[in-house]
C-alpha cells in the first residue's frame, strides 16, 4: 500500500540520524513500519506514534510515517483520526502520492465517491503509474455509473499491467453493463487464462452466456467457477437459473438447496426457488420460500413485491395489497409495487380510484412501461372510458412482442371473444376482440376475475 521507493529514503535517512534518544525513536519509526507490513497494527500504532513525537521527522518522512499510522487508525475503523493523519502527512508532503490515494480509499469506504475520486486523481498528479489509484478510481467510477470514465481507468491500468488478471475481470464488467457481450467475453477470458484460479471471471462468464441465452455455456463456466469455490451461493444460484431456463426444474432446485446450505442468508436462492414454485404453480410452497427470505430481510423491497404477485395469484388480494404497500414504504420509487398494487385493487374490485392513483405513479416511475399500461387500460375500462381504453390497448400492441400478443389472444379465446389462433399477430379479429371484452370490462391479461378470482395463465 506504500511506495517502496519513498519508503527506502525514510530508512536511510534515518540510519544516518544520531545516537541516543532519536536513535531509539528512529528505531520506533522502523519497527511501526515493519510492523504495519506485517499486519501487526496495534504494536504499529504505539511505534509510529512515538516515532511522531520523538524523531523530529520532516517533509517526505513525516509524510510516509503519518500515513501509515492513518492507516492502521483506518483498519482500525478510527476513521476520523485515520483523516486527521492523511491531512497531516499531506501537511507535510503535498506531492506524496500515498497519502492522497490512502485518504480516497477512506473516502470510499465512507461512500463518499466523487471526493474519494478526487484524491485518487491527485496521487495520479504525482505518480501516474500508482496502479492501486488508478483501479480504485476505476471501481470508483463504476460505483457511480460513470462508465465510460472506469473503463478508461481499467485500460490503463492493463497498459501499465498487462498481466493484471483483475484488471481484465473488472473491464469485462464496464463492457456487460454497456452491453458490448462479445468485449466482455474476451476480456473474462483473458482474466481466466491469466489467473485460471480466480473465479469471477468464470462466474462473469456464466453471467454472460445466461445473458445472451446460450444457458449450456453459461453452465460450463458456472462449473468452472465451482471447481475453485465450491460453496459459492451466488454461483450456485445463477447456475440453478441457467438450469430453470432449460427446463430443468430438479436440478435448479438442487442448486438453490446447495445455495442455501452454503449460505442460508443468501436470500436470491429462495426467491429462486420461489419462482419455481410459482412456475409450477406450487404457490404456496413459494410463499414458504419467500417468508423465510423475508424473515432473513424484512427490509427488501423487491422481495415483499414477489410474495405481494403470489398472494394476488392465489386471489388474496387483502395479503398482496398488505405486501406491495409494505414495500412501496420501503422504496416510495418502487414503481413496480404501486403498478402491481394498483392491479391488486382491480381484481379485489374495491377502490378503483385507489388504483389508478397507484398507477399513476407508477407510470411516472416506471414511464412507457407495457405492464403499467397494462393496469391503466384495464382500470378505464372498469371506469367506463372504453375509448380511452382502447387507445392504451392499441399503445400496448405496438410495444409488445408477439409472446405478449399470444397471450391476449389465449385469454380472450378463453373467455369466448376471440376464435383465431394465438399466432401473435394483431389483427382486426383481435382488435375486435379487445374491444368486446372491453366493453365488458373484462381481464384481457388473465383469467383472474374481479369476482371470483381463479390462478392467472
Given at each position: 500500500m506504500f511506495s517502496r521507493s519513498r519508503r527506502a529514503g525514510l530508512v536511510l535517512v534515518l540510519f544516518m540520524t544520531?545516537?541516543?534518544?532519536?536513535?531509539?525513536?528512529?528505531?520506533?519509526?522502523?519497527?511501526?513500519?515493519?510492523?504495519?507490513?506485517?499486519?501487526?497494527?496495534?504494536?504499529?500504532?504505539?511505534?509510529?506514534?512515538?516515532?511522531?513525537?520523538?524523531?523530529?521527522?520532516?517533509?517526505?518522512?513525516?509524510?510516509?510515517?503519518?500515513?501509515?499510522?492513518?492507516?492502521?487508525?483506518?483498519?482500525?475503523?478510527?476513521?476520523?483520526q485515520a483523516l486527521v493523519d492523511f491531512?497531516?502527512?499531506?501537511?507535510?508532503?503535498?506531492?506524496?502520492?500515498?497519502?492522497?490515494?490512502?485518504?480516497?480509499?477512506?473516502?470510499?469506504?465512507?461512500?463518499?465517491?466523487?471526493?474519494?475520486?478526487?484524491?485518487?486523481?491527485?496521487?495520479?498528479?504525482?505518480?501516474?503509474?500508482?496502479?492501486?489509484?488508478?483501479?480504485?478510481?476505476?471501481?470508483?467510477?463504476?460505483?457511480?455509473?460513470?462508465l465510460r470514465h472506469a473503463q478508461e481507468d481499467f485500460t490503463r491500468l492493463i497498459d501499465l499491467s498487462?498481466?493484471?488478471?483483475?484488471?481484465?475481470?473488472?473491464?469485462?464488467?464496464?463492457w456487460l453493463e454497456l452491453g458490448d457481450h462479445h468485449r466482455a467475453v474476451e476480456d473474462y477470458r483473458r482474466a481466466a487464462q491469466l489467473n485460471p484460479q480466480f473465479h469471477e471471471p468464470w462466474h462473469n462468464l456464466g453471467v454472460v452466456w445466461a445473458k445472451l441465452g446460450e444457458h449450456r455455456n453459461a453452465i460450463e463456466s458456472y462449473d468452472k467457477a465451482l471447481d475453485i469455490e465450491p460453496d459459492n451461493a451466488r454461483?450456485?444460484?445463477?447456475?440453478?437459473?441457467?438450469?430453470?431456463?432449460?427446463?430443468?426444474?430438479?436440478?435448479?432446485?438442487?442448486?438453490?438447496?446447495?445455495?442455501?446450505?452454503a449460505d442460508p442468508s443468501f436470500t436470491d436462492a429462495y426467491a429462486g426457488k420461489a419462482n419455481i414454485w410459482l412456475q409450477e404453480r406450487e404457490y404456496e410452497r413459494a410463499i414458504d420460500e419467500l417468508d423465510v427470505a423475508i424473515a432473513q430481510r424484512p427490509r427488501n423491497s423487491p422481495l415483499l413485491v414477489l410474495r405481494g404477485e403470489l398472494w394476488s395469484a392465489i386471489g388474496n388480494q387483502s395479503?398482496?395489497?398488505?405486501?406491495?404497500?409494505?414495500?412501496?414504504?420501503?422504496?416510495?420509487?418502487?414503481?413496480?409495487?404501486?403498478?402491481?398494487?394498483?392491479w391488486s385493487h382491480y381484481l379485489a374490485g374495491d377502490d378503483h380510484e385507489r388504483a389508478f392513483e397507484d398507477v399513476q405513479i407508477a407510470f411516472r416511475l416506471l414511464g412507457e412501461d407495457t405492464e403499467t399500461l397494462n393496469s391503466v387500460a384495464h382500470i378505464l375500462a372498469v371506469?367506463?372510458?372504453?375509448?380511452?381504453?382502447?387507445?392504451?390497448?392499441?399503445?400496448?400492441?405496438?410495444?409488445s412482442a408477439a409472446s405478449a400478443i399470444s397471450r391476449y389472444q389465449a385469454v380472450l379465446g378463453a373467455r369466448g371473444y376471440y376464435s383465431g389462433d394465438a399466432d401473435g399477430?394483431?389483427?382486426?379479429?383481435?382488435?375486435?376482440?379487445?374491444?368486446?371484452?372491453?366493453?365488458?370490462?373484462?381481464?384481457?391479461?388473465?383469467?383472474?376475475?374481479?369476482?371470483?378470482?381463479?390462478?392467472?395463465?
Open positions: 544520531g545516537a541516543g534518544a532519536q536513535a531509539q525513536s528512529t528505531q520506533s519509526c522502523l519497527a511501526g513500519l515493519e510492523a504495519v507490513d506485517a499486519g501487526r497494527n496495534a504494536e504499529a500504532l504505539i511505534q509510529l506514534t512515538n516515532c511522531i513525537d520523538d524523531a523530529g521527522l520532516q517533509g517526505s518522512n513525516l509524510a510516509i510515517v503519518y500515513t501509515a499510522r492513518g492507516a492502521v487508525h483506518r483498519d482500525f475503523d478510527h476513521h476520523d491531512n497531516k502527512a499531506i501537511q507535510a508532503d503535498a506531492e506524496y502520492a500515498d497519502a492522497y490515494f490512502q485518504r480516497g480509499y477512506l473516502r470510499s469506504l465512507d461512500q463518499d465517491l466523487p471526493g474519494a475520486i478526487e484524491d485518487y486523481s491527485r496521487a495520479l498528479r504525482f505518480d501516474g503509474e500508482h496502479e492501486a489509484a488508478i483501479n480504485n478510481r476505476g471501481n470508483a467510477y463504476w460505483e457511480l455509473g460513470d498487462p498481466d493484471n488478471a483483475s484488471a481484465y475481470n473488472n473491464r469485462g464488467n464496464v454461483t450456485l444460484s445463477n447456475r440453478a437459473n441457467a438450469w430453470d431456463a432449460l427446463g430443468d426444474p430438479q436440478r435448479a432446485l438442487d442448486d438453490f438447496d446447495a445455495a442455501i446450505r395479503r398482496a395489497i398488505s405486501d406491495f404497500t409494505a414495500a412501496i414504504r420501503l422504496d416510495p420509487r418502487n414503481g413496480d409495487a404501486y403498478n402491481k398494487r394498483a371506469a367506463g372510458n372504453n375509448e380511452k381504453a382502447m387507445e392504451v390497448f392499441e399503445r400496448i400492441m405496438h410495444l399477430i394483431y389483427d382486426a379479429a383481435t382488435r375486435d376482440a379487445l374491444s368486446a371484452c372491453i366493453r365488458d370490462a373484462c381481464n384481457a391479461w388473465s383469467l383472474q376475475d374481479q369476482d371470483n378470482p381463479r390462478l392467472a395463465i
